[in-house]
Each structure stands twice: as structure tokens, then as C-alpha cells.
């Protein structure tokens, strides 16, 4: 992605806070992109009920379509008067992240925005199946919002895993310094890089085999793990003009360092690859990224591979 010309905002019609559309509207004016509204709304009591004739179920479909769309309407008019292009629309479609993901087709979303839910008992927003299947199916980087203020200068964060554990594809780490990049130009953000690695790999693989004697002390081996790490960090980093000051190598637990460099960090957004290829060539979530993203103190943008393509079917389940 050169340029973001294009912005998808999920809206929430049972909520009046649309944090979304707040951080999509204001990377819109960063951009000067197109910024699209959208509601995905279904109701099963009108999608084909025996107690209605099809007319009247379609005279009710419409009439509530056409009542999301006058709300979309009044959300994008203060947006427009901003500068920015807003379009709307409203569909009727399920599950919900199946509409989205055909939304942001059509549309050639290049950036998909989407409130996450916060649980104030654990302090922490929630991801919804939604988002995990938003996650697993969007093609379009997915800009998952967490209710807090941006920065001034908002700090961006790129999780990579040069190794190439958990079978990420390479060429991923690229994609998300690259987008991250861009992010940074387009709204005169900080960048970092962040990648960690767990030394108790190498010992535990050293010394897993009683037959093969350990000839190097346990310090020695993580050592080595590190200068091996530290080797291609350096390079993607190098090769992606990041400054040592903005490079992060830590020895540790994803699922925990990443939160805590993030805070330590006052990041505003974490990019991250949050994916692995099985055998089948299509996406997961790993129990890495499960641990992880759910304990970031600020919003998510999920990058995919090139060679993704979504299962989501182009056409609409609409009611009969």
C-alpha cells in the first residue's frame, strides 16, 4: 500500500460512543482519503417470518435500512463539514463480520476501522467473536479501536518476527513496517519496531535430546540466541531506515513484553501480523497473537499476507 485512499468505519447503531469513527475520521483528514460509513444490520423477527407476507417483510426491511441511513447521514454531515468525503451505507447482512468483509471488498477499503468493547472489571477492552473473525477473514488491514485519546504525535509500534516462528511469512514483517511507515508519514507519527524472542527455546531444544551431549553453558546458548536474533532485526530494520533508539529487541514472552513496551511506550496503535499459515494455507490465530492482543493498552491494526484471500463468499445472505 503506497497511499490510503480509502477508509472504512464500522458503525455501532446500539451505541451513541463511536470511537471507530472518531479515529477513522481523523486519519481521513490525515489522508485526505474517502471515508465510508457503514451499518450491517439483520433482524431474524424480519427476515422471513411465516406471521408476515413478503411484502410486508420487505416494506419493514426497507423502512429500517432507511432509518440507519438517515443516522449514518447525521454522523457523516459534521465529518463533511470538516473537509473530508463521507459516504454511507447500510446493509442487510449476517453475521456481521461477514457483511463487513463484503463491504470493504466492494468499497476497495484500504483500511478497516472497528470499535473493540471496553470491560471496565479488568480494565481492559474485550475483543467480540466478531473481531476474531474480523481478524481471521478481512482482507483489508483491520484498525481495531480501543477507547482512549490519540497522542499529539501518536506512536506507532510494528511487531515483527524476523525468525519466522509460528510460520508468519516473511515477507509479512515488510508489509507491516511499510504500512507502519506510512502511518507515520500520513500523521507525523513515531515509529518503532518490536520483536522478541524466548530464550528457554534454545535451551529446551539443546537439551532435548539426552544422546546429544549440552558442550555450551546454558548463558552461552542464550547468547547465541540473541546475537542470532539481534542479526536479522537489525537487517529488516536497517533495510526500513528505523534508527537503534526506535528498534526494540527484547529477550521474553510476546504475549507479555509486547504489552509492556507498548505501555512503556505510550503507543497509540500496535501493528501486528497476527496470523499462521497451517497446512491448508489458510489463517489462524495463534495462541501467541490469542494471548496478546486482548492485553494491549491501545488500539490494533492487523495486517495480513498478500497471498491471503478471504473465505468470506461475495454475495449477501439476504432474506427471502
Not at 1 to 20: F, H
Not at 134 to 152: D, F, G, M, N, S
Request: aromatic share 6%; with cysteine.
Amino acid at each position: 500500500m503506497e497511499t490510503i485512499s480509502k477508509v472504512l468505519s464500522v458503525v455501532d447503531p446500539t451505541v451513541d460512543e463511536q470511537p471507530a469513527l472518531g479515529r477513522a475520521a481523523w486519519l481521513a483528514r490525515q489522508a485526505d482519503a474517502e471515508l465510508e460509513l457503514l451499518v450491517c444490520y439483520y433482524n431474524e423477527y424480519l427476515s422471513g417470518d411465516r406471521l408476515f407476507d413478503s411484502p410486508s417483510l420487505e416494506k419493514a426491511r426497507s423502512e429500517v435500512i432507511a432509518n440507519q441511513e438517515r443516522h449514518l447521514e447525521e454522523l457523516a454531515e459534521p465529518i463533511r463539514e470538516s473537509g473530508v468525503v463521507v459516504t454511507t451505507t447500510a446493509a442487510w447482512d449476517h453475521p456481521l463480520y461477514e457483511g463487513i468483509v463484503r463491504q470493504a471488498i466492494a468499497s476497495g477499503a484500504d483500511i478497516v476501522f472497528k470499535d473493540t468493547h471496553h470491560h471496565s472489571a479488568v480494565t481492559r477492552a474485550l475483543l467480540t467473536n466478531t473481531d476474531w473473525n474480523l481478524i481471521r477473514t478481512c482482507p483489508a488491514p483491520l484498525w481495531l479501536v480501543k477507547p482512549h485519546e490519540l497522542a499529539e504525535t501518536p506512536v506507532i509500534v510494528a511487531a515483527i518476527d524476523p525468525m519466522n516462528q509460528h510460520d508468519k511469512p516473511a515477507a509479512l514483517d515488510d508489509e507491516i513496517l511499510q504500512l507502519s511507515k506510512l502511518l507515520g508519514q500520513t500523521v507525523a507519527g513515531e515509529v518503532h519496531a518490536f520483536h522478541s524472542y524466548d530464550p528457554r527455546i534454545a535451551v529446551a531444544t539443546a537439551t532435548a535430546n539426552a544422546y546429544i551431549p549440552v558442550s555450551l553453558p546454558f548463558d552461552e546458548i542464550e547468547r547465541q540466541m540473541h546475537e542470532d536474533h539481534e542479526k536479522r532485526f537489525n537487517e529488516i530494520t536497517s533495510f526500513h531506515g528505523l534508527a537503534d533508539d526506535k528498534s526494540h529487541l527484547v529477550a521474553g514472552l510476546t504475549h507479555e513484553e509486547l504489552p509492556a513496551i507498548a505501555a512503556t511506550l505510550n503507543a497509540d496503535v500496535v501493528v501486528m501480523g497476527a496470523v499462521a499459515r497451517n497446512r491448508w494455507k489458510r489463517l489462524f490465530i495463534g495462541a501467541t497473537a490469542e494471548r496478546t492482543l486482548e492485553h494491549l493498552p491501545c488500539d490494533l491494526l492487523i495486517v495480513k499476507p498478500d497471498w491471503f484471500q478471504t473465505p468470506v463468499e461475495s454475495s449477501r445472505h439476504d432474506a427471502a
